[in-house]
């Protein structure tokens, strides 16, 4: 049995909680949009991370029944996947359907009304991340206004005041805010790139199997 580290069980949630209101409470008045802000990015993760799913775009079993779709129209199997298609449950179905309505006709034909669906749900599959960029951009910038209205009270009052350790305090009170709006810009960034990178994939892989699917639709009659 693996023993927890000493720090870990020295790790009190109550005083967690009280540090961190503590921590947001002497941050000022701007902590407050700054957790709005913070709402805000956590919400547009787990959006991305459901919208993103590959249960919602690219269902592995739904890819194998693509790539043998020649065969099973060749024997003549592909009513249940045409059903599928129409159902329309993920982005790969609903372009599917689109290549599928237009069987018999010439590739550049199937892949251009592909195309034109496929905007839409590129569309779709990009929500969320401008709100991500606005995050990143407007969290630090308020964490740097909070701190700046900060040492702006602290020097205001610095001629009548020359306790230097009250100052250095009040200092490190307006950071707060800095700290703050990095914290919450961090994981965003991290995340934006992790979701630009998946959405690349999952495009590249559409095109992939939109592509095969287009060539077996060539040379099929819409009677198959």
Not at 12 to 31: C, E, H, R, S, V
Not at 72 to 85: H, S, Y
Not at 118 to 138: K, N
């Amino acid at each position: 049995m693996i023993a927890r580290p000493d720090y870990l069980s020295s790790i009190n949630l109550p005083d967690a909680f009280n540090f961190t209101w503590d921590f947001l409470q002497k941050g000022g008045i701007f902590m407050i949009p700054l957790f709005l802000t913070s709402i805000v990015g956590v919400t547009a993760i787990l959006y991305k991370f459901l919208s993103l799913s590959r249960r919602r775009i690219i269902p592995d079993d739904l890819a194998r029944k693509v790539v043998s779709f020649e065969e099973q129209a060749a024997a003549g199997k592909i009513e249940p996947i045409l059903k599928e298609f129409q159902r329309g449950d993920s982005t790969l179905a609903r372009l599917c359907a689109v290549a599928v309505k237009h069987r018999g006709r010439p590739r550049g034909e199937i892949i251009h009304a592909v195309e034109t669906s496929s905007r839409e749900e590129s569309v779709q599959m990009h929500a969320g991340i401008g709100l991500l960029d606005t995050v990143i951009t407007i969290a630090p910038l308020l964490g740097l206004l909070g701190t700046a209205s900060g040492l702006v009270l602290i020097f205001k009052g610095l001629g009548d005041n020359s306790d230097h350790l009250a100052i250095a305090r009040g200092i490190a009170e307006a950071l707060r805010t800095t700290i703050f709006g990095l914290a919450i810009a961090v994981p965003c960034i991290v995340a934006h790139g992790h979701f630009t990178r998946r959405i690349e994939t999952l495009t590249m892989r559409l095109e992939t199997l939109l592509t095969h699917l287009a060539v077996a639709c060539e040379k099929t009659t819409s009677n198959t």
